[in-house]
């Protein structure tokens, strides 16, 4: 069951994606909660979530933010309809697409702020998406991506078991912002190598 269950994390897909995108919407609440502490959105900043997953992040942004437009991507069917269930009574403020971070169909210079929890493991070439992340993004508008593993070794049990996984340091995550020219990039940890990085498009 484990396993089923962790070959979803890249894409899930199905009665099983299903279940990991809600059990994922409990399991990084913590995650998230200390990342929105660090790194917090403005009331009224238009925020997107990137690997939206099951819509928790998307929930709890739109009641921390109750004048923000959020919208959630995801290029998993699954995890759009879950994010939709979820995000079902803000639809006034809220919307969810199914694409992929590497070709983003939204407007330049559309959002205040980016952000993406566990996701950016699986994206074919961060630097790329990020540039796109950028392209989307209003001048000086911010990016912040968080993980919950930042270390490779410890990281081997996860991408052993998660297919097209790769556990990246908070160094290489800065160096990612950097050459999709982000300045001003910010690392956060803690002991548990959680690691939230922000970055301010130039
Ligand atoms: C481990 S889940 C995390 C979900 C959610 N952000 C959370 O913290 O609970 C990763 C999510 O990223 C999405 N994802 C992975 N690669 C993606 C890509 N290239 N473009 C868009 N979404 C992607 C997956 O479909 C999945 O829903």
Redesign the pocket.
């Known amino acids: 069951m484990l396993k089923v269950l962790l070959e979803n994390?890249?894409?899930?897909r199905g009665v099983f994606g299903r279940l990991l995108?809600k059990t994922?919407?409990k399991g990084?609440a913590p995650l998230?909660r200390w990342a929105f502490s660090v790194c917090p959105p403005a009331d009224g900043e238009s925020v997107l979530d990137?690997?939206?997953?099951?819509g928790?992040?998307l929930l709890r942004l739109l009641k921390s933010c109750p004048s923000s437009y959020v919208m959630g991507?995801?290029?998993?069917e699954t995890?759009v309809a879950c994010s939709l269930r979820l995000t079902s009574k803000w639809r006034n403020r809220c919307s969810v697409i199914c694409?992929?971070?590497?070709n983003l169909p939204v407007d330049s210079g559309l959002f205040d702020r980016a952000v993406s929890?566990?996701?950016v493991y699986?994206?074919?070439d961060p630097v790329i998406a990020l540039t796109e992340i950028a392209r989307v993004l209003k001048p000086h508008g911010k990016v912040t991506v968080v993980t919950e593993m930042s270390d490779p070794q410890k990281g081997k049990f996860w991408t052993k078991r998660c297919p097209g996984m790769t556990v990246y340091t908070p160094e290489e995550l800065v160096s990612f912002l950097e050459k999709a020219g982000f300045s001003d990039v910010n690392v956060y940890r803690t002991h548990k190598v959680w690691c939230a990085v922000e970055g301010k498009k130039k």
């Open positions: 994390c890249k894409c899930p995108a994922m919407n990084h998230s990137i690997g939206c997953g099951g928790g992040n991507v995801d290029y998993s995890s694409a992929d971070v590497m929890f566990e996701s699986f994206w074919p």
